[in-house]
């Protein structure tokens, strides 16, 4: 049967961000979608300025209880984009909402740096939300500001990527590490697996050029195959290839189409890959 799962992330009205990208991906995974916002803005932060930003967790407490009244319950919680007061709530809801995985991308950070409003606190914070996940999805820069590390974001090696997944899942409990941002060649980007004791990787072409929103790409991408029932590196494999074929489509187009990738464009593709 269909499966429904939480998603808790921001409303960016523009940009191709969070719940604007989570929704359609996770409908074209063929999974129901309920949201919990958790804030609202005119636009995403990086790129823009002047954003409008409506921080939504008075709103958590009264949705939670309505919710229970209702007996409502989901297959699976995946948050994103959230905010530190949202925490507790969100506990609350793995613990009496949730039948199924609890998820988490830890947005707060790329490229070495924390996005607009995040910082160490939040960081520690966000590592303990994290606590006993069955799966983290950080980029680099993530998985190091969770362990309060310094990151490095080149010449490493796949000892330095390893010793990383387990410290994360060794200090955080977390069934699943899928690290992203992962090069060990000019020419390749991709992702580290760690589960159940084994490292897989799983590498495609590095398109020099960055793009916003991609992340949540990746992670609404992994969750909707992830509950489709794919396995964990299966689920990132298809995640990499839908994420590397929208920016494709969009590397032409980059100057008049600065915010985000044509990942609409390439649901076809999506759903290709996961009647693979
Ligand atoms: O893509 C991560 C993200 C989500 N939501 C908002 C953001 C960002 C990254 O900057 O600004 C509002």
């Not at 823009?48 to 939670?64: A, N």
């Not at 830890?106 to 960081?123: C, L, N, Q, R, W």
């Not at 992340?215 to 991408?221: E, L, Q, R, V």
Request: with cysteine; net charge negative.
């Amino acid at each position: 049967m269909q499966k429904r799962i939480l998603t808790i992330q921001d409303a960016s009205c523009v940009g191709q961000c969070s719940l604007t990208v989570a929704l359609p991906v996770l409908s074209a995974c063929g999974v129901e979608a309920s949201v919990l916002p958790s804030a609202l803005l005119s636009t995403h932060t990086s790129g823009f300025t002047g954003f409008t930003v409506l921080d939504l967790s008075d709103e958590f407490p009264k949705i939670i209880e309505h919710w229970k009244k209702e007996g409502i319950t989901f297959d699976g919680v995946y948050t994103g984009y959230i905010l530190e007061k949202q925490m507790g709530y969100i506990d609350t809801i793995c613990r009496e909402l949730n039948r199924g995985p609890k998820i988490i991308d830890p947005v707060m950070a790329d490229h070495g740096s924390f996005y607009y409003g995040f910082d160490e606190k939040f960081a520690a914070k966000m590592a303990d939300l994290c606590r006993g996940a069955d799966v983290i999805l950080p980029n680099l820069t993530e998985a190091a500001f969770l362990l309060g590390e310094e990151c490095r974001l080149s010449g490493y090696d796949r000892e330095y990527i390893e010793g990383l997944c387990r410290r994360l899942k060794d200090t955080l409990d977390v069934g699943c590490v899928i690290l992203t941002g992962v090069s060990f060649a000019d020419d390749e980007l991709g992702v580290c697996v760690f589960e159940n004791g084994t490292f897989h990787y799983y590498f495609s072409e590095k398109i020099a050029r960055n793009f916003h929103g991609t992340g949540d790409i990746y992670s609404s991408t992994f969750v909707g195959a992830y509950m489709r029932g794919k396995s964990a590196f299966d689920a990132a494999k298809i995640a990499v290839d839908y994420t590397v074929q929208a920016i494709k489509l969009t590397v032409d187009h980059a100057d008049i189409h600065p915010y985000g990738v044509f990942f609409e464009s390439a649901v076809p593709y999506l759903v290709e890959l996961l009647n693979e």
